[in-house]
């Protein structure tokens, strides 16, 4: 059987392809937010409002409907603070990481998906609580309470990058799923979008974390780098990130987890 030919051009592509992801998510996102932001201006007079005294009482109920059909409910504030309480306690996770002695001293790869990482759960801690505030609830600042404690156990334990790639995955996996099963979840279209737009970013948190923890337990650190040396990669190197065909949703915190009490 012939040696089998890895086209280093192809993975430099598919780097810059995952990070046009990231931009393309993150312009989706604050599209999203402006349009629900606009939706949920208590002020602006929407257009079935202008209208009310030309189409009559019967007409304005018809598009009053629809208008609820598409205005945030009480559950929809509770999962955008949800969602901002698991970013938020991605930012504290990821920062503490940052500054370990086998972190910040350690691979340079491995820093600059903290850095980048941290800003992009920044940013959309920020987005999560605008919504929640223009649609008439609380801004969510504490980090989600069930996986707090599941941190605040795990902190001490932690001796390796290893163990820090690992509790990372819990916490992509978790947002990911929970932000998946919310598109479903949620009524304001502009809110399905908005969720829609973050989970594949932290989906391909988790599938990058996953790579770099399958070469760590293979003890060749040395090629989680970009660009790597692609011949040396072990041959799971290309599927260990992807392990699912659909994003399952079994493991989703409840809409109602990380809302303000």
Known sequence: ?????????????????????????????????TDFTESA??????WWQRRTTVLGAAGAATLLGAARATAATSNDI????????????????YRTAA??????NGNKTVVAFITKTTEQHTAHA????AAATKA???AQNAPDPKYA????????????????????????????????????????????QLFASVAPVEAQHRATLLAVQALLAADMP??????????????AAGKVGFPDAFYPTKNASPVSEGAVK
């Open 1 to 33: 059987m012939g040696t089998e030919h890895i086209d280093t051009r192809l993975l430099r592509e598919l780097t810059e392809q995952s990070q046009d992801l990231n931009s393309d998510a993150l312009r989706v996102t604050r599209t999203a937010l």
């Open 41 to 46: 201006e208590p002020g602006r007079r929407r």
């Open 78 to 93: 509770m999962a955008l603070q949800t969602a901002a309480s698991l970013e938020n306690l991605a930012v504290n996770v």
């Open 99 to 104: 500054g370990l002695p086998f972190i910040k």
């Open 126 to 129: 920020k987005a999560f609580n």
């Open 136 to 138: 008439g609830g609380k």
């Open 149 to 192: 404690a599941i941190v605040k156990e795990k902190l001490p334990t932690i001796k390796t990058p290893a163990d820090v790639v690992e509790l990372a995955i819990t916490l992509e996996d978790v947002a990911a799923q929970t932000y998946t099963k919310n598109i479903g979840q949620v009524e304001d279209r502009n809110l399905r």
């Open 222 to 235: 040395e090629l989680i780098a970009i660009p790597t040396d692609v011949a040396k990669l072990p041959a």
